[in-house]
């Protein structure tokens, strides 16, 4: 494993990757641009990393067609807006850290990857992760440990009970080195889902860093609801 750390202190970017549809979402549009509590659901997430001061700026990746992020997320600083958004995340991502590199990072300094859809993370749950893997040769992940039964199906019947012992939901933020990230995108494939999985293909294991039931993916319809509600308790 490469040292990255000796003599240079690394810098800690965020890295939001928002050039999806949200075609399972069921909402008119990108669902990072659907209002929740008064505000776009992806200035509740922008909101909050740029409450984390160990973060020395967060770049936004949006499709090359996006015309409404400036609209529904006003005051955002442009120089950190991007529109090279890619067909699949993992190109995106990898699009990003060309554009971090080009801004002055560093092959030792970390990325910390978050969706857009995450709008509930919470700047004290961003600065855990960047505290548990500060020292960490590889980097690691928000993540849940399982508590509910898995059934494995077919054709809507449960074929097999599926033991959880061991098993964790991931989340983002997904907490890299650039210098080891940037590689792992480039060999990815279909079967890389997230960057902890890109990371995984290369040999190395992620930190899993407990988070909360609240850090999940606005995704299906019901979601809305639930963030909703979730982002009006908390103001």
């Given at each position: 494993?490469?040292?990255?750390?000796?003599?240079?202190q690394?810098?800690?970017?965020?890295l939001?990757?928002?050039?999806?549809?949200?075609?399972r979402?069921?909402?008119d549009g990108p669902k990072q641009?659907v209002?929740?509590?008064?505000?776009?659901?992806m200035?509740?997430?922008l909101?909050a990393?740029?409450a984390?001061p160990e973060?020395a700026?967060?770049?936004?990746?949006l499709?090359?067609?996006?015309?409404?992020f400036?609209a529904?997320?006003?005051?955002?600083d442009?120089?950190?807006v991007?529109?090279?958004g890619?067909?699949?995340?993992?190109e995106?991502?990898?699009?990003g850290l060309?554009?971090?590199?080009?801004?002055?990072?560093?092959?030792?300094?970390?990325?910390?990857?978050h969706?857009?859809?995450?709008c509930?993370i919470?700047?004290e749950?961003?600065a855990?992760?960047?505290?548990?893997?500060?020292?960490?040769?590889?980097?690691?992940?928000l993540?849940?440990?399982?508590?509910?039964?898995?059934?494995?199906?077919?054709?809507?019947?449960?074929?097999?009970?599926?033991?959880r012992?061991?098993?964790?939901?991931?989340?983002t933020?997904?907490m890299f080195?650039?210098?080891l990230l940037?590689p792992a995108?480039?060999q990815?494939?279909?079967?890389?889902?997230d960057?902890a999985?890109?990371?995984?293909?290369?040999?190395?294991?992620?930190l899993?860093?407990?988070?909360s039931?609240?850090n999940?993916?606005?995704?299906?319809?019901?979601?809305?609801?639930?963030?909703?509600?979730l982002?009006?308790s908390?103001a």
């Open positions: 494993m490469t040292n990255y750390t000796v003599g240079v690394p810098r800690c970017f965020a939001v990757p928002a050039a999806g549809v949200g075609a979402s069921g909402a641009y209002p929740l509590a008064g505000r776009a659901m200035a509740h997430t909101a990393l740029a984390v973060l700026g967060t770049l936004v990746m499709s090359p067609d996006d015309d409404r400036e529904v997320v006003p005051g955002f442009a120089q950190w991007v529109r090279r890619g067909a699949t995340r993992a995106t991502v990898a699009n060309e554009e971090l590199l080009a801004r002055g990072a560093q092959p030792h300094d970390w990325v910390l990857v969706d857009a859809a995450r509930l919470r700047p749950w961003v855990r992760l960047i505290a548990a893997c500060a020292d960490d040769e590889v980097g690691g992940l993540a849940l440990p399982l508590a509910d039964t898995l059934k494995q199906a077919s054709h809507g019947r449960v074929m097999a009970t599926i033991d012992s061991a098993k964790w939901a991931a989340q933020p997904q080195r650039l210098g940037q995108l480039r990815a494939t279909e079967a890389v889902t960057e999985s890109a990371i995984e293909a290369l040999g190395h294991q992620p899993l860093v407990e988070a039931l609240e999940f993916k606005v995704t299906w319809p019901a979601d809305f609801a639930l963030a909703e509600r982002l009006r908390r």
